[in-house]
């Protein structure tokens, strides 16, 4: 079973891990969601809260926008898959983690075509 957090502003992965006050949890495994994801409204942004959550609720992957270099050092270091650079709705961006198709940089635009800001010449 696997445990993926996305931090989120509305609809959308949040623009920065250190701000999100809301951030969304899913279980799956083998592409399937184990239950419906539960979201998680903090009384205010901290990054180091968000870090800790993470490993109290025993995150194996984490999909956000932008995050500092030391927040992403820090849990790589504990062995958290981080994907960032991702801009778009969060329910995208769930289906694309599920199905094993969401890369580093990717952006989805509302009508759903999709780019990456890694694209190799």
């Known amino acids: 079973m696997h445990k993926l957090m996305i931090p989120i502003q509305g609809d959308f992965v949040a623009p920065r891990f250190d701000l999100a006050t809301e951030v969304l949890i899913a279980r799956y495994e083998d592409g399937s969601l184990l239950g419906e994801p539960k979201t998680i409204i903090m009384e205010r942004p901290s990054d180091e809260e968000l870090c800790h959550m993470i490993i109290e ?3 194996t992957a984490m999909v956000c926008n932008g995050i500092e270099e030391l927040h992403y ?3 790589v270091w504990k062995k958290i ?3 960032d650079g991702i ?3 969060w329910q995208t ?3 694309k983690t599920l199905n094993g198709t969401l ?3 990717a952006v989805f635009y509302p ?3 999709e780019t990456s800001s890694y694209k190799t010449q």
Do not use: A, P, R, S
Request: proline share 0%.
């Open 81 to 83: 898959n981080v994907l």
């Open 103 to 105: 890369q580093q940089g």
């Open 87 to 89: 801009i778009g709705d």
């Open 73 to 75: 050092n820090f849990l």
């Open 93 to 95: 961006v769930l289906e």
């Open 57 to 59: 609720e025993h995150i």
């Open 111 to 113: 009508d759903k075509k």
